[in-house]
């Protein structure tokens, strides 16, 4: 690389991360590898957000006009658990708007016969608090005994696999993702205390006897004492219980980024115990706390649930839902060549099942419902998705073996999972995808936004490879053949304190009228047992 091609390249990266600045050098080979550069919602977000402006001409008319009796516009998680309960129910006049991207946030892509996920890659087995999930994972076979038991029995091709995950930490791998060989015993002591702790509140009760943590978050306690967690920030919280070995605090961050996109110092502390005192769901054929996961991350399950659902499904974003004689109209597009086509679709009941960004700016007077957007949007938190097809796999360190999911200590990414993990063979595929996540979380929301939007792509993908060139040096550029990367600008809701107290959020769960709103926003977090029991209860209300 020349000289002038690394100061560009440099320069093009900004504040984006020191360690990827740093081995920007070493980069050669990547001149001959351009990224593709995706960005799902993009277009059809900034078209719907200059439809405001002034000076921009109207949707035109729409060429066709389609009748339903319910109406889903969404297919993400929420939309397609309403989907797949109203078929459940008998009812088969349903319609599907798939919005900009199929599946949000549980989408995929393949390349050939190699699945891999672009959002979401794994399902935790739900404790018995979440019959909801329960009975969906029973219904697709997922579950093959005692559903509702304290430990069911699993689709042994679906429970994760071992070895589960491993940590690069002082240059060694190391089993596990909190560090442990080579940390000092005053910090591993500290380490003890913590989960000693989050035993005891996984087991805590309000006053109002129901569990302080729990999923579906609705059913949580109420009690004002615990629930003045989300007055600080989880950091603040671990700060004033005596917390301090960096080791556990390095964890703990990982984890809040990792589920809520945004570092212990911005989520609120409730929140921040949430993801470890909530779940903890049992099998009779794994060990406690068992993921669910597939090649494709949640993309094959969220296939399952539209094929089981049976709702007809059609291409377009939303641009406007209103309600016309008791009844709702939807004003949807595609864009063809950057032009906009539209067709109409009337129902009985319409289930919004989008983004509360997207539904404050297209559902008609929406502080009738009691939800103001300049006030009552969550904060979103921006992300990277990078899948790498690779042409055999590189050489991996002695200390552990390639694991599903692989993080590396002390840097910005999120680690990499592996597509073919799942794969029973005698031996290794000769192809495979490794996928990288990275949450923008060392600046504002808005900031990372506005980076991701005017970075090139050689600057996403140097970020992008931040973990992969600390596990494998510049030995993993020689297996790479394509690199794909998936922008997500506003990818998950952040719960930042004060997210329990939202009014307008609260407001919108309750509405039961000709329009319904299902959506992990609803909850303030973004992981599929919310997002499931909202599609669940916006399908009883369109029964009604």
Request: glycine share 10%; proline share 7%.
């Amino acid at each position: 690389m020349q000289r002038r091609s690394f100061l560009r390249w440099t320069a093009a990266l900004g504040g984006a991360g020191a360690a990827a600045a740093a081995g920007i050098a070493a980069y050669g080979r990547w001149r001959e590898i351009t990224p593709v550069l995706h960005s799902p919602g993009r277009d059809e977000g900034h078209y719907l957000r200059d439809l405001h402006l002034r000076d921009h001409p109207a949707l035109p008319a729409p060429t066709k006009v389609i009748e339903t009796d319910v109406a889903i516009l969404g297919s993400g998680i929420a939309g397609l658990t309403a989907a797949w309960k109203l078929r459940r129910e008998g009812l088969q006049d349903v319609l599907m708007v798939e919005g900009p991207e199929r599946f949000g946030n549980a989408a995929g892509g393949s390349h050939g016969a190699l699945v891999f996920p672009t959002g979401a890659h794994y399902l935790p087995v739900p404790p018995l608090e979440c019959l909801h999930v329960r009975h969906m994972l029973y219904d697709l076979g997922i579950i093959t005994r005692d559903p509702y038991g304290q430990k069911p029995a699993y689709d042994e091709r679906l429970l994760l696999h071992a070895p589960h995950e491993r940590l690069l930490y002082g240059g060694r791998w190391q089993e596990g993702i909190v560090p442990r060989e080579g940390v000092p015993a005053a910090e591993l002591a500290e380490h003890k205390r913590f989960f000693a702790e989050i035993d005891k509140l996984r087991l805590q009760r309000g006053a109002d006897n129901r569990k302080v943590f729990t999923l579906p978050s609705v059913n949580a306690s109420t009690d004002p004492a615990w629930r003045a967690l989300d007055a600080q920030t989880f950091a603040a919280w671990l700060k004033a219980n005596g917390y301090r070995s960096p080791t556990l605090l390095w964890y703990l961050d990982y984890c809040c980024r990792d589920d809520y996109g945004t570092g212990s110092d911005r989520v609120s502390a409730w929140a921040g115990l949430h993801y470890f005192c909530a779940r903890g769901g049992e099998a009779a054929n794994a060990a406690a706390g068992a993921w669910l996961t597939w090649p494709g991350g949640l993309q094959p399950l969220a296939a399952q649930l539209a094929e089981r659902g049976g709702a007809q499904r059609i291409a377009g974003t939303v641009a406007k839902v209103r309600q016309v004689a008791g009844r709702v109209e939807a004003l949807c597009f595609t864009l063809e060549g950057g032009k906009p086509v539209t067709y109409l679709v009337r129902a009985r009941k319409a289930i919004c099942a989008m983004p509360l960004l997207v539904a404050g700016r297209i559902v008609e007077n929406i502080a009738q419902y009691g939800f103001d957007p300049s006030r009552h949007l969550p904060a979103y938190a921006p992300w990277l998705v990078t899948n790498f097809l690779l042409n055999g796999f590189p050489e991996e360190l002695p200390e552990a073996p390639l694991s599903w999911d692989n993080v590396v200590h002390g840097t910005q990414g999120l680690g990499y999972v592996v597509s073919t993990h799942q794969d029973i063979r005698v031996t290794p595929p000769p192809q495979t995808v490794f996928t990288s996540y990275l949450a923008l979380a060392d600046r504002s929301p808005a900031e990372a936004r506005k980076w991701m939007q005017s970075a090139s792509p050689e600057a996403l993908l140097a970020l992008a490879m931040t973990d992969l060139r600390a596990a494998y040096g510049n030995a993993f550029e020689d297996s790479v053949i394509r690199a794909d990367i998936t922008l997500r600008g506003h990818a998950m809701a952040a719960p930042v304190p004060g997210f329990l107290s939202n009014a307008g959020v609260q407001n919108l769960r309750n509405v039961d009228g000709p329009i319904l709103f299902a959506h992990a926003d609803l909850s303030g977090f973004s992981v599929f047992e919310e997002a499931s029991w909202w599609g669940w209860q916006a399908a009883l209300r369109a029964l009604e």
